[in-house]
Structure formats: C-alpha cells, structure tokens
C-alpha cells in the first residue's frame, strides 16, 4: 500500500519563525511535490523535485524553499513565516518510468502563522 | 493564465442521481487527465484518469469523458451517493518524465439524501 507521509496534521507558527514541513514517501518515486490548497484557489504548486538534490520552481515559490538530500524525504522551508502563508500544504509524489500514472498524497499540514 | 479550468465552484444534486462535473483546459500538450477527491482535512485522492488516446474511462459508478478537440473533459457519477460529497479537482499533465500536474480550482459537489 503506498504512503506519502506529512511531519505533522496542525502547526501554529509565530510571523518571522523559520517553518519545516517534512514529508515522506516509501514507494521509491522520483518526482515529489509541494502544493498548498487555499479556498477558491484550488491546489497551486509551490515546488517540484525530479531526484535528490533536483528541484525546480512551480507557480508560486516566492517564500519557500526546499530541500531534497534523500530520494525518499522532501522538505519545504518557509524561510520567515508570514500571516498570507497560512494554507493546507499538501506534498505529492509520482512515479515516472511509466507515461501514465497519477501522483499521491499525503494527508495535508494545516499551517496558521500568527 | 490558469491552464485548467473548473467555472462551476458548486453542484448539488439528490442522491440516485447524476453528478457531471466539467473542466476545461487550454494546453494542447496536455495529454494525460485527472480527476481526484478531497474531504475536508484529509489528502486529496486519486479517482479516475484518462490518456488522450481515449474518450472515455469508466470505473465502477465513476466515467470521464475527454473531448480533445474541445479541450473539455467531465466526470459522471452515476448514482450518486452522500458519501460522494466532496470537492472534486481535475487535473492535466504531458508526457514526459518530470512533468508536474495542473489542477483546476475544485468544485464542491453536494449529494443530498
């Protein structure tokens, strides 16, 4: 059974605090994904990596990085934390040595910055 | 410039009967299709998908339509049943080793008993 797994459900963060959001996967996939989901604003990617150490900038980077040291774990940073950050995070990931496939989901961050 | 489109935020409908849910795209490169699920707190789940070699995908109560010259897919949930009730994405992707997935804005569907 695959498992994308997120560090934590909740996180309440202070404005200005430096935010890890860690996030694993067991199924040896190598592309892995950020989004956060805002209401009427669906699911927007924030940064994608195709194999460790890779990473590429998706539709909104601005304010988050990531890291990607091991194949299994992909991290997303928020650097300084502030109040317009407060969103679902979800992380992905997807198989590619196959054309078609769909990618999977962890259960979701809930983050607020205070 | 959103490449995949959902206009209607919103359907309700009674239990037993259809749910179509539409999306639109603009990218012609798009040739993979989506659709996942979303309860409210939890990860978003796979539903069904379809390549654009196809026009059709059926899975149990759940089809997706695809119409490459439209540019327009839909998916039909027949019947439909409270536990449906939930917000639906679709989603679009090429070919290709590294491609990323683009997601429409959800719609919120409601199955009322």
């Known amino acids: 059974d695959v498992k994308v797994t997120q560090s934590s459900r909740y996180l309440v963060k202070r404005t200005g605090e430096k935010v890890f959001l860690e996030c694993v996967q067991d199924?040896?996939?190598?592309?892995m994904f950020w989004y956060r989901q805002d209401p009427g604003l669906g699911l927007r990617l924030i940064y994608f990596?195709?194999?460790?150490?890779?990473?590429e900038k998706g539709d909104i980077p601005e304010g988050y990085s990531v890291s990607r040291e091991k194949k299994e774990r992909f991290s997303l940073i928020l650097e300084s934390a502030s109040t317009n950050q407060t969103s679902m995070y979800l992380c992905?990931?997807?198989?590619?040595?196959?054309?078609?496939?769909?990618?999977?989901f962890g259960q979701g961050t809930r983050l607020t910055v205070v | 410039d959103q490449q995949v489109k959902q206009n209607s935020p919103s359907l309700s409908v009674q239990e037993g009967r259809i749910s179509i849910l539409n999306c639109d795209y603009t990218?012609?490169?798009?040739?993979?299709f989506l659709w996942y699920k979303k309860y409210p707190a939890e990860g978003p789940t796979f539903l069904i998908s379809?390549?654009?070699?196809?026009d059709k995908n059926e899975d149990g109560r759940f089809t997706v339509f695809l119409n490459k010259s439209a540019k327009h897919l839909s998916l039909h949930i027949v019947p439909s049943q409270p536990g449906d009730s939930a917000v639906y994405f679709c989603?679009?992707?090429?070919?290709?080793?590294?491609?990323?997935?683009?997601f429409g804005k959800g719609i919120t569907l409601s199955v009322r008993p």
């Open positions: 992905a990931s997807r198989q590619t040595d196959t054309t078609y496939t769909e990618a999977f």
């Open positions: 199924m040896d996939h190598e592309n």
């Open positions: 990596s195709y194999d460790v150490k890779m990473k």
């Open positions: 990218n012609s490169m798009f040739d993979y």
């Open positions: 379809i390549s654009s070699i196809k």
């Open positions: 989603a679009a992707s090429r070919t290709g080793a590294n491609s990323k997935l683009t």
